[in-house]
């Protein structure tokens, strides 16, 4: 066997592999460059060594850095299955189109107000393409054996989000593993990581390799947040990722409120994706640690605003609410609109709940800014701005640690890292030299590894 770094190397984005025999072409996971703008400029490159005619994809989870390229390549002419976990391939039908649907957007409105060197900007692939790319997806279930050629692959869970896998290849005798993206073992949503069998080479994610989570009490910080906020009389606004994130937070809320823990204030859920992905949640809830009680519990708390006009009409709520809108990082989406009625009211929280990358609102106003620059205007900051630490989806470098030396791995092993900033590559790498047996290399962009 042959393998490619295609993406996913030296940085956290654009996981894409190429694994090869001399009959076979497989690619495991296939993202888009998302973040600084030389990354993302290589989803518009000339398609590297023919992966549009690849004869299948195989996906860790649905995230847009692992899946969210199979779209521009069924522009290309891809017509090839794509195999993945059923709850997976119930996400991919979400966020494949909301990506191109943005993308459509964002092209229009380039070419409106004449913004970048193009006279006719182009979405990367527009809705329409990325729902056709959803006929492609073929969904398997976990520990389920399949070929591709002369390459047997399976899926084992490795939490993270809902239907997040491992992708395990066997080829005459050898065996390589994807790790895909770790979750945490005390999660509070997803099962925790099932530990690996015995491969020869494994592809290690390394997102936390420089950092630790801490002993943070999610819930009581959440709890100290409502209380304070309700007090004052004024709204609570939580920037949320639609998959994963707001389905727990909906939980919590829903939890403390049963216990008495907080006021029974309403709940907004203003992210028509966050919804939809709510429901798929919902209706696999057999692989989750939540039960259908608890969704059910969550859905009677929280009003869903799928419409502009139900969004709208938020603003005229008074007294203490709680509103869970997209997006994460506040870098788009409904939450701005709230930013615009609530940023300057000194009874009002905003709570971060999850990482705010560089240069985003978010971090801005995590970094304390008195104003803020939303659709051209710049607003005053009197809210309470808070952090909710302790849901990370990722396991930490010591959580992953822990994860290997449950598994059946051997000192023969070779590690070779991916989907980290070098910091943190390089950082995991001495953590594992230190630790373990295993040969440990970080790949590199378009490196060949032959087995």
């Not at 004052?232 to 949320?240: E, H, Q, T, V």
Request: aromatic letters at 8%; one cysteine or more; hydrophobic letters at 40%.
């Amino acid at each position: 066997m042959r393998l490619v770094f295609l993406g996913g190397a030296e940085t956290v984005t654009g996981s894409k592999y190429l694994l090869e025999t001399d009959r076979t072409r497989v690619l495991v996971d296939c993202g888009l460059f998302q973040g600084y703008k030389w990354l993302r400029q290589r989803n518009w490159q000339p398609l590297p060594l023919g992966i549009n005619h690849v004869d299948a994809i195989v996906l860790t989870h649905a995230h847009l850095d692992h899946s969210g390229f199979i779209p521009a390549l069924y522009k290309q002419g891809f017509r090839g299955r794509v195999f993945t976990h059923s709850g997976t391939a119930g996400l991919c039908r979400i966020l494949w189109p909301d990506s191109g649907k943005i993308q459509e957007e964002d092209a229009k409105f380039y070419k409106r107000h004449g913004i970048g060197k193009h006279k006719n900007p182009e979405p990367l692939y527009d809705e329409a393409t990325a729902e056709a790319a959803c006929t492609l997806l073929e969904p398997v279930e976990f520990e389920q054996e399949f070929e591709i050629g002369d390459i047997q692959f399976r899926i084992q869970p490795v939490g993270h989000i809902l239907g997040a896998g491992s992708v395990i290849a066997s080829h005459q005798g050898k065996t390589i593993g994807f790790s895909g993206d770790v979750g945490r073992p005390d999660d509070l949503m997803m099962q925790p990581p099932k530990p690996l069998p015995d491969v020869d080479v494994l592809l290690l994610e390394s997102t936390y390799g420089d950092r630790l989570h801490g002993e943070h009490d999610p819930w009581q910080e959440l709890k100290q947040v409502v209380n304070d906020t309700a007090q004052r009389g004024g709204a609570l606004l939580i920037p949320s990722f639609a998959v994963g994130r707001a389905q727990v937070l909906q939980y919590m809320l829903s939890t403390l409120m049963d216990a008495g823990e907080i006021p029974p204030l309403p709940i907004f859920l203003d992210s028509p994706m966050a919804i939809s992905t709510s429901a798929v949640y919902h209706n696999c809830n057999h692989y989750l640690k939540l039960t259908e009680a608890d969704f059910a519990r969550a859905e009677q708390r929280v009003q869903f605003t799928r419409d502009v006009e139900q969004s709208k009409a938020i603003a005229k709520q008074t007294g203490p609410h709680i509103i869970i809108a997209g997006s994460g990082m506040a870098t788009g989406g409904r939450i701005l609109h709230h930013f615009k009625h609530w940023l300057a009211d000194h009874r009002s929280t905003v709570l971060f709940s999850g990482h705010q990358a560089g240069g985003t609102r978010g971090a801005k106003l995590i970094n304390g800014v008195e104003r803020i620059k939303v659709h051209g205007e710049w607003l005053q900051v009197r809210a309470q701005i808070h952090q909710l630490e302790g849901l990370s989806g990722h396991a930490d470098y010591q959580e992953i640690g822990d994860w290997l030396r449950q598994s059946e791995l051997s000192a023969n092993t070779k590690v070779v890292l991916v989907h980290g900033e070098p910091d943190a590559l390089e950082a995991q790498s001495d953590y594992l030299k230190q630790n373990f047996p295993f040969e440990v290399e970080i790949a590199g962009h378009m490196q060949v590894l032959h087995l």
